[in-house]
């Protein structure tokens, strides 16, 4: 029987840097179109259809800002060029599972809140096909 694990560890990579600070990443949302493909000859009175585009949707992350943290730097990097970028989603070592996927940033914003620490957000949208890494076994 597979154990629950604690989301303590899982870090977001963009490029190679490690992005700081962070207290919540979201997952990626996969879902896939339809094309309906009902004829006038459909058996049953239903609708039927076939597969269309899948899409990975997009990740949000939050957390503290931290303006000298590479990873942060590297996601305002990725903003301004519009780049694709890789990145990964590593979960805790003791689970042996991580998405690697590309993304490309599509929104950065920070705030200050009277008795809370300034923070960071920022959401990328993911191009392609992700992959979910597994453990062996």
Not at 107 to 136: R, Y
């Amino acid at each position: 029987m597979t154990e629950v694990t604690r989301a303590l560890g899982t870090v977001l990579n963009i490029g190679t840097k490690k992005v700081a600070g962070l207290t919540s990443i979201g997952g990626l949302e996969l879902s896939a179109d339809t094309i309906d493909t009902t004829t006038l000859d459909s058996d049953g009175g239903y609708r039927e259809f076939i597969g269309g585009f899948k899409d990975a949707g997009e990740v949000s992350v939050s957390g503290f800002f931290l303006p000298g943290d590479d990873g942060q730097t590297a996601i305002y990097a990725a903003f301004e060029s519009g780049a694709v970028q890789a990145c990964k989603i590593i979960f805790p070592l003791s689970m042996g599972a991580s998405w690697e996927f590309n993304a490309v940033v599509t929104g950065i914003s920070t705030g200050a809140e009277l008795e809370d620490a300034v923070s960071f957000e920022s959401t990328l949208k993911v191009s392609g096909k992700p992959t979910l890494i597994l453990p062996a076994g």
